[in-house]
């Protein structure tokens, strides 16, 4: 069974807007990446946040985490044709003796000119 | 630096064959998983390896499903007598080490199609 649920499912914004979505998890996590996937391919890895963190930047991309809430979002600013690709949030649970990643369904955005 | 690599990219075969998926890790890296994606899906853990200690196998669907890892390095992901569920995108990744707060490097994937 999956650990994160991404909502939305799907995004379609203009260029210039900001893109936000949403990860809910189960269990109590050491951290929670989100990664990204283009054309149904590898995936890279965007941003690590650790459960003892609340809020984390790179570049356009903002991270929160509410271990409260079991929750997380991926807020990218300023969106770009080029963001237009598949967001997946991935935790990594603390009941786990390694670091093991669970991934959720992903998020598709859309992202036009 | 050379990235996780995979081989074939594609791979189209009957139902019932066996086929082999490969899968080049970052050098120096210790752990290395495999994933399965099918269409619109997230990804599915099949095996995790971490240096020369025993696989965690507990994400592997069935015992068609086998793989290894020769010498710390390369993997390779067996699925014996192919079925038409196993058509899916399979990608591996691997990172420094397998313990948390480690990111994970992945390959292209090999689109695996069973008809």
């Known amino acids: 069974s999956q650990q994160g649920e991404e909502d939305p499912q799907a995004l379609s914004i203009q260029e210039g807007e900001n893109a936000t979505m949403n990860c809910s998890y189960k269990?109590?996590?050491?951290?929670l990446q989100w990664y990204r996937q283009n054309s149904g391919r590898g995936l890279v890895h965007l941003i690590l946040i650790r459960s003892n963190e609340r809020e984390k930047h790179s570049g356009r991309l903002r991270v929160t985490l509410d271990t409260s809430k079991k929750s997380s979002s991926l807020l990218i600013t300023a969106s770009r044709a080029a963001d237009t690709a598949s967001y997946f949030c991935?935790?990594?649970?603390?009941?786990?003796?390694?670091?093991?990643?669970?991934f959720g369904a992903g998020t598709q955005v859309v992202v036009t000119p | 630096g050379a990235g996780v690599s995979q081989s074939p990219s594609n791979k189209v075969t009957e139902k019932g064959k066996d086929v082999e998926l490969r899968c080049d890790p970052i050098s120096g890296h210790t752990a290395l998983y495999w994933y399965r994606q099918s269409l619109g899906q997230g990804l599915e853990f099949l095996i995790y390896f971490q240096g020369n200690s025993a696989p965690d196998k507990s994400g592997l669907p069935s015992d068609r499903f086998s793989a290894e890892r020769t010498g710390g390095s390369v993997s390779t992901l067996t699925i014996q007598r192919t079925q038409q569920e196993d058509s899916a995108v399979y990608l591996c990744a691997s990172s420094f080490t397998g313990r948390t707060n480690y990111e994970q490097y992945f390959g292209p994937g090999t689109r695996l199609t069973v008809t």
């Open positions: 269990t109590s996590i050491n951290n």
């Open positions: 991935a935790t990594s649970s603390i009941t786990d003796s390694w670091g093991k990643l669970q």
